[in-house]
């Protein structure tokens, strides 16, 4: 999708037109487990785990922002298992990458396993080394989360078809905006909407989108039958927020870019990842298949106990985990069991003005730097 017709998108999103004189402008938020019901009940809401107008108001939305149809859930996690238990059975294969959110090996290598589904991890970096034939499922997260990766999805899309795989893309870091999975040939998108798309510490919510009528059914199955169901409170509040969302992505992205450049010019600090700098290894592939490089920078300071100082002598860093927030949040990765240097630091970065995020992440490098 190109800017324009991104940029369009998220400007008529913002209208409502499906409204009636007297209705009201902001979206109702309706608590409700069941619906009046009288008589035959084919094409009416019933019940509250199938079916509730405010999670549809939200699915609309972000339908809109995907250009495909759009399954909600209670968090990232709780649409990652949606998109992936439909598709998997005993025998089958399913590909994870190494380093992406430890989470999916967790429940690849603690459940999925179990059941006789044969797992396999490769990181992002090779992770098409090898091919994918005879898997089932090729699972992939771009940019990786931490390491910054980058996969070349319109390569596996082609490859995944031949192989007759199924090929899940995780948008989290990018959202909407900044990737477009299922543009480049992904079957089906994740995301964990608890991240930049909630983006403001307050929500777990995920979603699932794809252009396959048969895959999406297959989801909705699996959430009224599991009850993987989103609260209607939180899918308001992410409906809420997708009224900022592009404001807000789009200030985080340019200020990544700005501190990114900065904080490479630090005597204290090496080995920054930001695939928006021009020598960074993702830059090229980020250039070609992203339509912005994202608010997440990688850099290591020389130990951990540096690493922590900066982080908490920072006063507009919030040292916690997670990502996408208004406010700028830092962590050491190592602390997770990360495949990282022990001064690896996240830097998420959020919606404070650039000039004072950087002048306090500069002071703060200062003083830990000997
Ligand atoms: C946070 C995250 C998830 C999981 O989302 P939850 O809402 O915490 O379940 C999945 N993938 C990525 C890349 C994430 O950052």
Not at 104 to 122: D, H, K, S, T, Y
Not at 178 to 185: A, E, T
Not at 292 to 311: D, K, T, Y
């Amino acid at each position: 999708m190109d800017r324009q017709k991104r940029d369009g998108r998220a400007a008529a999103r913002a209208h409502r037109r499906d409204l009636a004189k007297g209705d009201p402008v902001g979206l109702p938020l309706v608590m409700s487990s069941t619906y009046h019901l009288p008589g035959e009940t084919a094409g009416f809401r019933g019940y509250g785990r199938s079916a509730n107008p405010t999670w549809e108001a939200t699915e609309a939305a972000l339908a809109y922002l995907e250009d495909a149809p759009t399954l909600a859930f209670p968090s990232g996690m709780a649409a990652i298992t949606a998109a992936l238990m439909p598709l998997l059975k005993a025998g089958g294969r399913l590909l994870v990458p190494s380093d992406g959110y430890y989470t999916v090996r967790n429940l690849a290598g603690r459940f999925l396993q179990p059941f006789g589904v044969i797992v396999e991890q490769r990181p992002t970096s090779a992770f098409l080394d090898g091919g994918v034939e005879g898997f089932d499922v090729v699972y992939a997260e771009t940019p990786s989360n931490p390491g910054l990766d980058i996969v070349d999805l319109a390569a596996p899309a082609g490859s995944t078809k031949a192989a007759g795989a199924t090929l899940i893309v995780d948008n989290t870091t990018m959202t909407p905006l900044g990737q477009r999975p299922l543009d480049l040939g992904a079957d089906i998108v994740v995301s964990a909407d608890t991240k930049a798309i909630g983006g403001h510490s307050d929500v777990l919510f995920g979603h699932v989108a794809s252009r396959d009528e048969a895959r999406i059914a297959a989801i909705r199955d699996w959430r009224t039958v599991s009850g993987s169901i989103p609260g209607p409170f939180e899918a308001w509040q992410v409906h809420r927020s997708l009224e900022t969302l592009e404001l807000r992505y789009e200030r985080m992205c340019a200020t990544a870019g700005y501190l990114a450049e900065r904080l490479a010019g630090h005597r204290a600090v090496h080995a920054v990842r930001y695939p928006g700098l021009p020598g960074d290894p993702s830059h090229n592939l980020a250039k070609a298949q992203m339509q912005s490089f994202g608010f997440l920078i990688g850099f290591v300071l020389p130990s951990r106990e540096q690493a922590e100082r900066f982080i908490d002598a920072c006063a507009l860093l919030q040292p916690a985990t997670s990502f996408g927030s208004t406010h700028s949040a830092a962590e050491c990765r190592i602390r997770w069991g990360d495949a990282v240097e022990p001064g690896f630091v996240r830097l998420a970065v959020g919606c404070e003005p650039a000039d004072e995020l950087w002048r306090a992440i500069a002071d703060s490098l200062d003083r830990v730097a000997i």
